[in-house]
């Protein structure tokens, strides 16, 4: 049987210092691209990748066109793909970024009234909701979704 010997056996820097080191490196840069636009979004002390926002909110210009000739047919779509980052999107604009927060829930809020009602004006709506999306994006310096 062998046995360990007592105390720490990495002779390396230790992980709190990695992260240290790292933390001060992208604190340096940013936390940005080339572009300027940010690699993460702050939500409540927790990070999120601004692409992973990106990449839901691009699911969002299927559903907007589909709900302008079938505003029940987009209604499953919306939910499972671009509702979730959305919602973030609102959150984090909330902290910095109120009047674009308030105005996208608003016009989510329409949007989501139009597709449970079928209505003929949900294509309307969601071009609203383009609009505020847009807006925010534009605040928190992220590439914008264009349909």
């Known amino acids: 049987m062998t046995t360990r010997p007592a105390g720490p056996t990495w002779s390396g820097p230790t992980l709190a210092g990695v992260v240290l080191v790292v933390g001060a490196v992208l604190g340096a840069c940013g936390g940005r691209a080339a572009n300027g636009t940010p690699s993460s979004l702050s939500l409540g002390g927790t990070t999120v990748a601004t692409a ?36 973030v999107l609102t959150a984090v604009l909330a902290s910095g970024h109120r009047v674009q927060s308030d105005a996208m829930l608003k016009s989510m809020l329409s949007f989501e009234q139009d597709l449970t009602a079928r209505s003929p004006s949900a294509g309307q709506a969601g071009a609203a909701l383009l609009a505020t999306v847009n807006d925010g994006q534009r605040a928190l310096r992220i590439p914008v979704t264009t349909c």
């Not at 302008?68 to 509702?83: K, R």
């Open 52 to 87: 992973d926002v990106e990449q839901q909110l691009g699911t969002l210009c299927p559903v907007l066109s589909r709900a302008g000739s079938d505003p029940g047919g987009a209604e499953t779509p919306f939910y499972a793909g671009p509702h979730g980052a959305l919602h």
